[in-house]
């Protein structure tokens, strides 16, 4: 799967479950009709948390994601989004309880876009950036990126450097989420690709090379100024992606 073969639509009014399928989903951040619907999605520690935010964006920020994480999970469940429970991992990833767990889920946003990736019995992890230039690129990758990343890196100059940055940056961020151990991982002890026309692929993975073989790569384009990047665990799987 690459992004020349990912497009977005409108999702059907009954929802398929993912059998061998990823559905990633796209939103921008709620205006204030749907915010009121979302925040009666929200569990009490949930709009707790939303309220101790300072900014009104990032209260907007994570009321989208939940309230939508919420209802999206409810219609593959046929759950109402209130009554969906999840509990955490010793890692910190979130996951619905034991009886539901069978459907995998992660989320990323930032800018004004919110992304979920849902799926059946396979580990998934999805990140989103905004792209920037208000910071040195390269210094950022000698301390996170690893040597071959950096090499590539180096070989290029201007916004073709900065938009590298960001797809390797959200390549390695989805790999560390699906994964689901957290800092525990550290991003220079495995290799994407960044390269603009080469597609996004694990490369190589330390220090257990079959480890890059379980997991399969997507880039995902989401909007102009951003990257995205899809890791999913396994072989074999379509990506139907739709907006909210």
């Known amino acids: 799967m690459t992004v020349s073969d990912q497009a977005w639509y409108q999702p059907p009014a009954e929802l398929p479950w993912p059998h061998a399928e990823v559905h990633v989903w796209r939103a921008t951040l709620a205006g204030p009709g749907a915010a009121d619907r979302l925040k009666q999605c929200l569990s009490t520690d949930e709009r707790d948390r939303m309220e101790r935010f300072r900014f009104e964006k990032d209260r907007l920020r994570y009321l989208t994601g939940r309230g939508l994480l919420r209802t999206l999970l409810g ?85 073709a450097k900065v938009e590298a940055f960001f797809a390797c940056w959200t390549r390695k961020e989805a790999y560390v989420k699906a994964r689901g151990e957290g800092l525990s991982l550290p991003l220079d002890q495995f290799d994407v690709s960044l390269r603009s026309g080469e597609p996004a692929r694990l490369i190589a993975t330390r220090p257990d090379p079959v480890e890059a073989t379980r997991w399969q790569l997507s880039g995902l384009d989401v909007a102009d100024g951003y990257k995205a990047a899809l890791m999913v665990e396994g072989q074999g799987w379509t990506l139907r992606s739709w907006d909210c």
């Open 75 to 159: 219609r593959y469940l046929d759950v109402a989004p209130p009554d969906l429970r999840f509990e955490t991992t010793a890692a910190g990833k979130p996951r619905l309880t034991s009886d539901q767990r069978r459907l995998q889920f992660n989320l990323a946003h930032s800018g004004e876009y919110v992304l979920f990736a849902i799926a059946d019995g396979r580990a998934v992890g999805i990140d989103l950036e905004e792209i920037r230039a208000d910071f040195d690129v390269g210094e950022l990758a000698a301390h996170f990126f690893s040597p071959s990343e950096q090499c590539d890196l180096d070989t290029l100059t201007g916004r």
